[in-house]
């Protein structure tokens, strides 16, 4: 049993709020894949992290169970990030997402301001920045209620409540 199913069958420890924060790394690379695991899991307890090698079994994974955060390499076989994140958001608006990819952009960064992607990262990644990105797309997602969100989508200020950069 690989360590995230047996995280799944354990069970996680709780936040104040009596709930754990589910965060989905999906990423093509192992490798990659490994290291946002192992970087995420020293935010402490409090949060289940959970891995798809690609787009469709994150996508899978989402469906079965909302996430707070989704991280997405932008190019993976198959369905990419962005079609991915869309698909996302059409499921669970408030679900936070944060891009990793080595072909940043200005077309990248408009399209993330688009899909209100909190944060594009490129690679190769730091650790101590995804930890900081996770935290504060999670923190983000915490302070907005479903109406201050919508009255930020529709003034276009999501700006405020995530970054986005390249």
């Not at 995230?4 to 924060?21: L, R």
């Not at 990659?32 to 899991?41: C, I, S």
């Not at 079609?83 to 891009?99: A, D, F, H, Q, R």
């Not at 990248?108 to 990105?133: G, M, N």
Request: hydrophobic share 35%; glycine share 8%; proline share 4%.
């Amino acid at each position: 049993m690989n360590n995230t199913a047996q995280k799944e069958s354990q069970g996680m420890n709780e936040t104040k709020t009596g709930e754990h924060k589910r965060i989905l790394v999906a990423d093509d690379d192992e490798g990659v894949r490994f290291v946002l695991t192992r970087a995420l899991e020293r935010l402490g307890s409090g949060y289940e992290i959970v891995t798809a090698p690609n787009a469709q079994e994150a996508l899978d994974r989402v469906r079965a169970k909302p996430f707070d955060l989704v991280i997405t390499d932008l190019r993976m076989p198959g369905m990419d990030g962005i079609e991915l994140t869309k698909k996302i958001k059409g499921l669970n608006p408030e679900t936070s997402v944060i891009w990793i990819t080595a072909y940043g952009g200005y077309e990248v960064a408009d399209e993330a301001t688009r899909l209100s992607v909190c944060k594009c990262l490129d690679k190769p990644l730091k650790v101590s920045e995804i930890r900081q990105a996770a935290l504060e797309a999670l923190a983000a997602t915490d302070s907005r209620g479903p109406v201050q969100q919508q009255e930020e989508e529709s003034h276009g200020a999501t700006e405020q409540a995530c970054c986005h950069s390249v």
